[in-house]
């Protein structure tokens, strides 16, 4: 027979809510969601806390309340909007968070309630390290936190990352392409593989130094502009990478059937999720020249 925990997942109503929530909230945290099931940001949210309740089964329970069938769950709650995030403990509701939560947000709540994996203490730890310039440092905490914690992806996506900052782009692909489809897929997964597919591009231009000089002596070589944008990329400098691409859609929108307006919405898209206001100030940019 498995010991295997299984995640504590209910549908609940007004006739088990006093058992299911409030009860068993005297020995674990119970994350009540106020929930449309018409509602993406619901479902998104919703699916989010069942992940997290399976990584970590047996540590909390997460509880559905779907508004339209019980209303006066609803009304006893005083719930306004969904999703609603309400958070139980000791017989009592401790914490609300109104809005779509996603996976890291949520973590970051759990945490509060002594929820959370080493490992990803030693990535937070290791990510410090690396943005200090203590590159070496980061990379051993990093190691330390797989060989506890092998199952957590997340860690080896960290050092994929850390390999393509100081251009060890080998060993970066190789961990990449050893690691699951899941991990790959994931938002940091996506993220990684873009970066993959900008070094490849990088490689096919003439080299960052000469497209400089190229733009500095022809400014309106809107191909050099573009390679030069792809070289800014593949060393992630989106900020000098977007001056460029903005450059040749003020100036020819209509180069190569306007594959700057392309690249643009995809680095928006890149950014969408780890820099949400710097992505959305890229796309008002481009609205506004699109619709002059």
Known sequence: MSNEKKPL???VSQSNFEELVIHNSLHLPVLVEFMGV??????????????????????????????????ALKQ????????????????????????????????????HYG???????????????????????????????ISSDPGNTRVALDMVQIFLDIGEV???????????????KSEIGLSISSQFNFLRLAQNTAGMV????????????????????????????????????????????????????EMIGLICNMLANSNPEKSGGYRRRLANLVSK
Request: aromatic fraction near 8%; proline fraction near 3%.
């Open 38 to 71: 018409w509602s993406g940001p619901c479902i998104k949210t919703a699916d989010a806390i069942a992940e997290l309740a399976t990584e970590f089964a047996g540590a909390f329970i997460f509880a559905k309340i779907d508004i339209d069938e019980q209303d």
């Open 210 to 261: 000469t497209l400089q000089a190229q733009v500095l002596e022809s400014p309106d070589d809107y191909q050099a502009h573009f390679d030069l944008a792809v070289c800014l990329f593949s060393q992630h400098d989106i900020e000098q990478g977007m001056e460029n691409l903005f450059f040749i859609q003020t100036n020819k929108p209509d180069f190569k059937a306007g594959a700057a307006q």
């Open 170 to 184: 080998e060993q970066a692909q190789g961990l990449f392409d050893r690691l699951p489809e899941s991990a790959q």
């Open 115 to 145: 929820i959370f994996r080493k490992s990803d203490e030693l990535r937070t730890q290791a990510r410090q390290k690396h943005m200090e310039g203590d590159t070496q440092a980061a990379i051993i905490l990093l190691t330390e936190a």
């Open 9 to 11: 997942i209910f549908e």
């Open 76 to 111: 006893q709650f005083a719930i306004v909007n969904v999703p609603t995030l309400v958070v139980f403990k000791g017989g009592c509701e401790i914490q609300r968070e109104e809005g779509e939560l996603q996976t890291e947000a949520l973590r970051i709540l759990l945490k």
